[in-house]
T-cell receptor, first 117, second 110 residues
């Protein structure tokens, strides 16, 4: 049981290049999330997928696109990278809501460190 | 817009001390509050989750409390150890989002 895995671990891009960050979970979770973590800004939600087949914008979606490929996988794409997108990107997953309507905790991957020059 | 603040930003204590980390949030309409631990260069690990109807949760040497009406939570760590050194993050769940505080960087000196 690997939990949440992310690839790559580290990437350097030039301004204008594109790339896709991959995330997979093996916990049969319904919900998946992409965050970025920046010094002094904390973690901020980029996009989330409450369930397979749905995606929604978070707090900072500009410059990103996402795809919920199946229940296991949720990818984040930078179409034209900018230096402002230099950050550490975390993927997370969660079972979602319990039968009683309570929101369950999120499980985080190890992160992808992205440097845009 | 929900805002989450953690005080202090950094804390250094000798081993064995009991300590309290503070978290405050601006909008009390939350589903739950969570405390996470983050080690340098690593992802986040969930420590405790308090549902909005609960007042506290305990796990081992950790105890977290929630006062929704005042918009505050505390994380109490008993008998601190060097292995507790990490950044502790508080996050509140409202709407469909977790909103994080900036974290408290804790160092426990042997």
């Amino acid at each position: 049981n690997a939990g949440v895995t992310q690839t790559p671990k580290f990437q350097v891009l030039k301004t204008g290049q594109s790339m896709t960050l991959q995330c997979a979970q093996d916990m049969n979770h319904n919900s998946m999330y992409w965050y970025r973590q920046d010094p002094g800004m904390g973690l901020r939600l980029i996009y989330y997928s409450a369930s397979e087949g749905t995606t929604d914008k978070g707090e900072v979606p500009n410059g990103y696109n996402v795809s919920r490929l199946n229940k296991r996988e949720f990818s984040l794409r930078l179409e034209s990278a900018a230096p402002s997108q230099t950050s550490v990107y975390f993927c997370a997953s969660s079972p979602g809501r319990t039968s009683g309507g309570l929101q369950e905790t999120q499980y985080f991957g190890p992160g992808t460190r992205l440097l845009v020059l | 817009k929900q805002e989450v603040t953690q005080i202090p930003a950094a804390l250094s204590v000798p081993e064995g001390e009991n300590l309290v980390l503070n978290c405050s949030f601006t909008d009390s309409a939350i589903y739950n509050l969570q405390w996470f631990r983050q080690d340098p260069g690593k992802g986040l690990t969930s420590l405790l989750l308090i549902q909005s109807s609960q007042r506290e949760q305990t796990s081992g040497r950790l105890n977290a409390s929630l006062d929704k009406s005042s918009g505050r939570s505390t994380l109490y760590i008993a008998a601190s150890q060097p292995g507790d050194s990490a950044t502790y993050l508080c996050a509140v769940y409202a709407g469909n989002m977790l909103t994080f505080g900036g974290g408290t960087r804790l160092m426990v000196k042997p």
